[in-house]
């Protein structure tokens, strides 16, 4: 299993990025897809999750109403976008997967992920 993760990068405070995650070497229609980030000196954080089949999301309440997380069909990706960006949101972005067997439910510790892709750098300045 691959995932790899792209689209980080420098932006202004007020601005937005958009990141996605390609995952492949297995089906993964009963996969979740997270987005993790990790600060400068900080525990890494939990950011959004959805189904890599789609429906049904999460995003943390620290970054709700600014990030969006969905399935990108046409691409075989799952997205972050990222609005209104905030200094504090500089980091660097993972993407994870986890198997959610039969019954879905929403996993916001990193622990229970099983696959982790290469990370990619976001910097917002001031």
């Known amino acids: 299993v691959q995932l790899q993760a792209s689209g980080g990068g420098l932006v202004q405070a007020g601005g937005s990025q958009r990141l996605s995650c390609a995952a492949s070497?297995?089906?993964?229609?009963?996969?979740?897809i997270a987005w993790f980030r990790q600060a400068p000196g900080k525990e890494r954080e939990f950011v959004a999750t959805?189904?890599?089949?789609?429906?049904?999301?999460y995003v943390a309440d620290s970054v709700k109403g600014r990030f969006t997380i969905a399935r990108d069909n046409a691409k075989n990706t799952v997205s972050l976008q990222m609005n209104s960006l905030k200094p504090e949101d500089t980091a660097i972005y993972y993407c994870?997967?986890?198997?959610?067997?039969?019954?879905?439910?929403?996993?916001?510790?990193?622990?229970?992920?099983?696959?982790w892709g290469q990370g990619t750098q976001v910097t917002v300045s001031s």
């Open positions: 994870a997967a986890r198997y959610w067997g039969n019954s879905w439910y929403m996993e916001t510790n990193d622990a229970k992920y099983d696959y």
């Open positions: 070497g297995r089906t993964f229609n009963r996969y979740a």
């Open positions: 959805t189904r890599w089949n789609g429906g049904l999301t």
